[in-house]
T-cell receptor, first 118, second 108 residues
């Protein structure tokens, strides 16, 4: 089974702190994603990475950066945490479903990190 | 935004009843997927339906897709208390686009 783990389930930080959220996967997937989930807004993509040292902005990258130094690890960084970054953060990978023909993909999610910024 | 939208936002039913959730999306798709999220956890993939399919079954799950209306429905038959969760549709282009979810409560 694919396993995606996140370093913390719950995290409380102060405004202005630098925050690191770590995500590790054990299935050698090339693509990794960071989402945040807020009530009424669903999942919104912050950043994704399709290879080591490669990153792409998602829909809401402002206030965040990412690091992918190794294939299995994708880190989300809040340079200076703010209260509006209080949210549930979900890491995910992407893997193909089935073989041959037009490829479809499935996402595998970690358990989430609930971050509170006070 | 290419985000899907689920309807209703919340649904409460008795155990044994069927639960139907709907999803509408805005752009053309390769496929549409449904995910489940237990409270405070990550999402888990349930079922995928391709753009050239109209209906798909998996156990107690039945998914339909109407590409002309850009809509899909998820039916859970003979619901159980353990089905209580949030359900999301996701469209798959270069990225995944998730809806805001339907919160299902199954009352024992």
């Amino acid at each position: 089974d694919v396993k995606v783990t996140q370093s913390s389930r719950y995290l409380v930080k102060r405004t202005g702190e630098k925050v690191f959220l770590e995500c590790v996967q054990d299935m050698d997937h090339e693509n990794m994603f960071w989402y945040r989930q807020d009530p009424g807004l669903g999942l919104r993509l912050i950043y994704f990475s399709y290879d080591v040292k490669m990153k792409e902005k998602g829909d809401i990258p402002e206030g965040y950066s990412v690091s992918r130094e190794k294939k299995e690890r994708f880190s989300l960084i809040l340079e200076s945490a703010s209260t509006n970054q209080t949210s549930m953060y979900l890491c995910a990978t992407k893997a193909p479903l089935g073989t041959g023909g037009a490829r479809s993909y499935e996402q595998y999610f970690g358990p989430g990190t609930r971050l509170t910024v006070t | 935004s290419q985000q899907g939208e689920e309807d209703p936002q919340a649904l409460s039913i008795q155990e044994g009843e069927n639960a139907t959730m709907n999803c509408s999306y805005k752009t053309s798709i390769n496929n549409l997927q449904w995910y489940r999220q237990n409270s405070g956890r990550g999402l888990v993939h349930l079922i995928l339906i391709r753009s050239n399919e109209r209906e798909k079954h998996s156990g107690r799950l039945r998914v339909t897709l109407d590409t002309s209306k850009k809509s899909s429905s998820l039916l859970i038959t003979a619901s159980r208390a353990a089905d209580t969760a949030s359900y999301f549709c996701a469209t798959n282009g270069n990225q995944f686009y998730f809806g805001t979810g339907t919160s299902l409560t199954v009352i024992p």
